[in-house]
């Protein structure tokens, strides 16, 4: 028979950010998220945990109603007045402009951090893994998730990536506060700075920078692509991950499958003034209204949320009955335990859910109790929030304007190109180069070189430049009946290029 738990003292006592009151605004989500919504409510309730939940329509059926966010401005009210979000998948209707809602709910919020914690429940949950425990902090904010995309020519569409130095550094800061105050020894960045030298080279050089502010925290560096690998197939030999917005949406689901299942995955959001808790897994509209999703993803997410809350002794009890469950054998059809360890037939939502209400009270006996993990903070010193904070600092450079790349639409030759726009020059400005999808193309190109209709027209000065006379290149592209799409300028910031080499240059 069990031993009923005693309360058990959460890892750390007070919360980044505590609730303004014990109310959660309840995003339910499409697809199989009503029925997880429903499960974890009613886990939530029966633990004795001091919420109530306000129900808010985003998703789907806005989507359907003509609003391309997914949120009709009624949704605000509640989301901002309770601080706190418990939020179900939603679907996205692919490819007609609408916008992703969240994506939207942490940008709108200043939600810069996910934190995902990813561990293995080896042998109840088969995983090749058992001893894998590991926490991927995401940048939240940027990266190519800022959605600035345009349609440049009829062959090509771009999508912008953007990299700032504050969003950066408070990730960064933030990965190895969590690490400090949750006793973790290491923190790993992810980055491809060997050929985004501008955008993830910033992301690496501050990494490096706030490393050394914590000398008792092993910090390293790694390429994303075998980064990824070694998570894959090494997941013991990381502990906190940190990585920008999209490598951290990627790993952290490979994280999550190796471990066992996608389906037991949750992660925090965390801002200065508002949280958000959502299961990692999609909607997966294929099993909606079935009864056979698995509710754990969103059931572990409102522990985070509880710890979030300062109610640290209630999600101890549903994270602790949540284990109990597992242990003996209660599963969802995904949660598949290792071969030879006993199974019981797989169950439904509710039926999981009723198992865990079962168990409330209860603490494990082969795994680890819960003690508190996610969102929590130290009752000593200041706040992890402060820390993140005082962190930054303002960023100033000698900006010296030197050149311009000019984007066209050209349908000729490269060499047809060259000869409009090269005598464009004006204010020491020449045409140095011009590329196709990033390769150099003129001067001399090879004849092997692959070229669409959208092309770049770099020009250079020896000296730095006017604005006036960037206008009047512009003025000579157009008058030579080149169609330009839009222009970068080129600085120098302190002596130092702040713009890449084209590919062979």
Request: net charge negative; glycine share 8%; hydrophobic share 40%.
């Amino acid at each position: 028979m069990r031993a009923l738990s005693r309360p058990l003292r959460a890892s750390f006592s007070r919360t980044v950010l505590r609730a303004a009151s014990s109310r959660v605004a309840l995003i339910r989500g499409d697809g199989i998220g009503p029925d997880i919504s429903d499960a974890t409510v009613r886990v939530i309730q029966a633990s004795g945990a001091d919420v109530a939940f306000d129900n808010v329509e985003v998703g789907e059926a806005v989507y359907t109603r003509g609003i391309p966010s997914g949120i009709p401005p009624e949704a605000w009210e509640p989301i901002l007045k309770n601080r706190v979000l418990l939020k179900a998948p939603i679907t996205t209707p692919q490819g007609k402009g609408y916008k992703s809602v969240n994506v939207t709910l942490r940008k709108t919020l200043g939600l810069f951090a996910n934190v995902r914690p990813v561990k293995a429940f080896a042998p109840f949950v088969m995983s090749r893994h058992p001893d894998m425990d590991v926490v991927i902090v995401r940048e939240n904010e940027e990266d190519l998730y800022a959605g600035i995309e345009h349609q440049q020519t009829p062959q090509v569409a771009q999508c912008l990536k953007l990299i700032t130095e504050p969003g950066s550094r408070k990730i960064i800061r933030y990965a190895f506060e969590y690490a400090r105050r949750h006793q973790r020894r290491k923190v790993t960045c992810f980055s491809k700075d060997n050929i985004m030298k501008m955008t993830d080279g910033l992301f690496h050089r501050i990494f490096d920078e706030v490393s050394a502010e914590y000398p008792e925290i092993e910090s390293s560096h790694m390429i994303i692509d075998i980064g990824t690998a070694k998570l894959a197939d090494s997941p013991e030999d990381f502990d906190v991950i940190v990585t920008t917005n999209l490598y951290g949406d990627i790993i952290s689901d490979v994280a999550a499958q190796i471990a066992g299942s996608v389906g037991f995955a949750s992660s925090a959001n965390i801002g200065a003034n508002t949280a958000m808790f959502e299961a990692v897994h999609g909607s997966a509209p294929d099993i909606a209204d079935k009864g056979i999703a698995n509710p754990s993803g969103l059931l572990l997410a409102g522990v985070q949320m509880l710890e979030h809350m300062g109610q640290s002794e209630a999600a101890s009890r549903v994270g602790n009955a949540w284990l109990c469950a597992v242990e003996d054998g209660i599963r969802t059809a995904d949660m598949r335990p290792s071969p030879g360890h006993p199974s019981l037939e797989p169950v439904g939502t509710a039926a999981f859910a009723d198992a865990v209400i079962a168990r409330l009270g209860s603490l494990p006996e082969k795994l680890r109790p819960y003690t508190g993990t996610g969102a929590s903070d130290s009752s000593d010193g200041p706040s992890l929030m402060d820390v993140v904070n005082s962190g930054l600092k303002e960023v100033t450079a000698k900006k010296d304007l030197v050149g311009v790349d000019v984007f066209c639409q050209w349908n000729g030759s490269v060499d047809e190109l060259a000869a409009r726009v090269k005598t464009a020059s004006a204010g020491g400005l020449e045409l140095k180069m011009i590329t196709n999808r990033g390769v150099k193309v003129w001067p001399n190109k090879f004849e092997e070189t692959f070229c669409t209709d959208h092309w770049r027209c770099r020009f250079e000065s020896a000296e730095p430049t006017s604005h006036e006379a960037l206008v009047q290149v512009l003025q000579h592209v157009v008058g030579n009946g080149v169609d330009f799409i839009k222009c970068e300028n080129l600085f120098l910031l302190d002596g130092k290029p702040g713009y890449a080499l084209g590919q062979g240059q």
